[in-house]
């Protein structure tokens, strides 16, 4: 399989050293705890936190990107996704009309303001604005933390679907370890600033 996704020697102050090479479809998830670094990671790969070290997008390094074609192809969903126009349908480049509705959203969710969303319908609709700007690479930060059951499965699997039909690659932050275990390819904890694989962190503990 193709390389798409490579972070090398990334690092700030909460995190790092970290290298990791990613391959197109992959899912990676990434456990750890409060105050570990796990979002401060993601945003050091979108290129929105100052850090050392660099990443690479098929081959380019993140530098030969300006910020706007990294993060269009680089693509963080936060745990707090903002709202800044008048109308939720003003941020998406389309409509998943169809997804949004296997989110259990009303069809006229596109005309509210987004003060009227709840958290969860909030977190759903940053999910759809997410996917419908075609990301090589999903940065998820806590993606169904506010979600139902129900909930959560769809978005599991819209993000399956996704990276099965455009081989988008994922890293995927959750405090979730079950939810990390039904998604991801390979699973990491992030202690004390490192990325050690959880494979690593089994044959540790049992010594």
């Avoid at 419908?132 to 998820?140: I, K, N, Y």
Wanted: net charge neutral.
């Amino acid at each position: 399989m193709l390389e798409l996704l490579e972070l090398l020697e990334l690092q700030t102050p909460l995190f790092g050293p970290v290298s990791l090479t990613l391959t197109r479809g992959e899912c990676v998830g990434i456990a750890g705890p409060s105050g570990a670094g796990k979002s401060s990671l993601l945003r050091a790969i979108a290129d929105l936190d100052p850090h050392a070290g660099t990443a690479r997008l098929d081959g380019r390094d993140m530098t030969s990107f300006t910020p706007a074609q990294w993060r269009r192809r680089v693509q963080l969903l936060p745990a707090d996704p903002e709202w800044w126009l008048a109308r939720v349908g003003d941020h998406f480049p389309r409509r998943l009309v169809e997804a949004a509705r296997r989110l259990q959203l009303p069809d006229g969710v596109w005309d509210w303001p987004p003060e009227r969303l709840s958290s969860g319908e909030r977190q759903r609709l940053a999910l759809l604005r997410a996917l419908a700007r075609e990301p090589d690479v999903l940065l998820l930060d806590e993606p169904t933390a506010n979600l139902d059951a129900d909930n959560v499965a769809g978005a599991e699997t819209l993000i399956r679907e996704s990276r099965e039909a455009r081989q988008v690659c994922v890293i995927w932050v959750s405090h979730d370890r079950g939810q990390l275990t039904r998604v991801a390819d390979r699973r990491f904890i992030l202690r004390g600033g490192r990325l050690v694989a959880e494979t690593e962190q089994a044959c540790s503990s049992s010594r």
